[in-house]
Structure formats: C-alpha cells, structure tokens
C-alpha cells in the first residue's frame, strides 16, 4: 500500500517556526520517523510539502493514478480557507486523516474550524509530531480492516 503525506504551507519551517506551539521537530525528521513506521506496516510512504493550493488539490487529484491507498494530510492554515482542497478530497473517495500538531480548538477562534474535516475519516491534533504517528497508525489499521472486507 501507498500512503501520501501531504503537508501544507509554512511547515517546511517546523522546528524553528514557533516552536512552543509546533515543537522543535523538523518536517524531515517527522517524514524520516514516518517512512521507518509505514514500512513496518508493509507501507510505503510518499510525502509532498507545498506552500501553493494548487499544487496541494493536484497532488491530491493525481493520488489515484499513483496508486496512492490513503493520505494523512495536514493541510495547515488551509484547513480553514479552501473549499479547493476539501472538494479534492470528496473527489477522490481515499480515505483521508488530517493532522494538526497543535490543538486547534484550544486556539485562535478561526482555527477551530476545518473546512477539511468532513470529507476525512478522521481528525488527529494536539500531540505535536506524534499525531502524524497516530494518524499514520490509524489509516493503516482503517486501510487493512478495509482490505479484509
């Protein structure tokens, strides 16, 4: 199985972006720890960061041609701004699990709001870098419960 992982504007920056609210992680050692994990769940992990919408819903688009299986997604702030986004995801019918580090609802009012959220099967956020992990953990047990079906 293929996973995608897609990760939104700004976090190239993580560790060193506002590290009190995004950890000290690196987006390159998340994707690291991510890759030695899907492995070990017979996964292989692709991942794509990107700053432009557009590129993020082609990704997204593309996802079946590629054989992608699922995605864990952190859509960043577009969580909150693109219809574009959500409606790729409808589009695509994988299944989705988007992921914030930080706890989006104990913060800015706006943030407690995700446009992407419905069209996912599940939301994981608060945990800093380990919610990638259990997203990642979560999709893979939705996606071999689905296979035994």
């Given at each position: 199985?293929?996973?995608?992982?897609?990760?939104?504007?700004?976090?190239?920056?993580?560790?060193f972006r506002e590290p009190g609210i995004y950890?000290?992680?690196?987006?390159?050692?998340i994707v690291s720890h991510l890759r030695e994990?899907?492995?070990?769940?017979?996964?292989?992990?692709?991942?794509?960061?990107?700053?432009?919408?557009?590129?993020?819903?082609?990704?997204?688009?593309?996802?079946?041609?590629?054989?992608?299986?699922?995605?864990?997604?952190?859509?960043?702030?577009?969580?909150?701004?693109?219809?574009?986004?959500?409606?790729?995801?409808?589009?695509?019918?994988?299944?989705?699990?988007?992921?914030?580090?930080?706890?989006?609802?104990?913060?800015?009012?706006?943030?407690?709001?995700?446009?992407?959220?419905?069209?996912?099967?599940?939301?994981?956020?608060?945990?800093?870098?380990?919610?990638?992990?259990?997203?990642?953990?979560?999709?893979?047990?939705?996606?071999?419960?689905?296979?035994?079906?």
């Amino acid at each position: 199985m293929k996973i995608l992982l897609i990760n939104g504007p700004n976090l190239q920056l993580l560790g060193f972006r506002e590290p009190g609210i995004y950890g000290r992680d690196t987006l390159e050692s998340i994707v690291s720890h991510l890759r030695e994990l899907a492995a070990g769940f017979g996964c292989e992990l692709i991942d794509f960061q990107s700053n432009h919408e557009g590129e993020i819903v082609d990704r997204i688009g593309n996802s079946i041609s590629e054989g992608i299986s699922g995605i864990v997604m952190n859509p960043a702030a577009y969580t909150h701004t693109s219809v574009a986004i959500r409606d790729a995801i409808a589009a695509v019918k994988l299944p989705v699990v988007e992921v914030h580090l930080s706890n989006v609802h104990a913060r800015e009012e706006f943030r407690s709001r995700s446009l992407t959220a419905p069209v996912c099967i599940g939301v994981v956020a608060g945990f800093g870098a380990d919610s990638y992990e259990l997203a990642l953990r979560a999709l893979c047990s939705h996606l071999k419960k689905r296979n035994q079906q």
